[in-house]
């Protein structure tokens, strides 16, 4: 073609004119500082079984069979094989809601004034500058 742009040029403008923002450009930035969600019954079990596992198999390092093998053996296990699992996913949920609870009503509050920040307090900063300004006296001597 003689100086023309070709089709595929022409699609990929068109396509990228009409791009519709993604899932991650929507979404709002993560607070570090939330507190993460509970572990299921089942990923409560798979703390167990991983550590039974590996002593069972070291010589295994492929993550997807410990997996595969921990999703065969949960759905092997009764409910009352799995009550305790259950049980420890239930207290750690209820913890979590304990911790979401007082997240939630410390972002309502907002950001405290009293809470010290990254930059340095006034007497920080004029402790250093006298130090500094001693170790020019000092020098100039």
Same mark, same amino acid.
């Given at each position: 073609?003689?100086?023309?742009?070709?089709?595929?040029d022409s699609r990929n403008s068109k396509l990228s004119v009409n791009k519709k923002p993604t899932k991650a450009s929507k979404a709002a930035a993560k607070d570090p500082n939330k507190p993460k969600r509970?572990? +299921?019954a089942f990923f409560v079990f798979m703390e167990d079984f991983r550590q039974t596992y590996k002593k069972e198999?070291?010589?295994?390092? +492929? @993550?997807?069979? !410990? /997996?595969k093998a921990g /999703? #065969?053996?949960w759905k092997s296990l009764s409910? +009352? #094989?799995k009550a305790p699992y !259950?049980?420890?996913?239930?207290?750690?949920? @209820?913890e979590y809601e304990k911790t979401m609870k007082a997240y939630n009503k410390k972002l309502e509050e907002g950001p405290k004034e009293d809470e010290e920040s990254?930059?340095?307090s006034v007497s920080e900063v004029s402790e250093e500058e006298d130090a500094d300004d001693r +170790?020019?006296?000092e020098e100039d001597d």
């Open positions: 073609m003689k100086g023309g742009n070709s089709k595929t509970p572990a +299921s198999h070291p010589s295994n390092k +492929s @993550v997807a069979a !410990v /997996g /999703g #065969e053996k409910d +009352s #094989e !259950v049980a420890k996913a239930d207290k750690r949920k @209820v990254d930059d340095k +170790s020019d006296e």
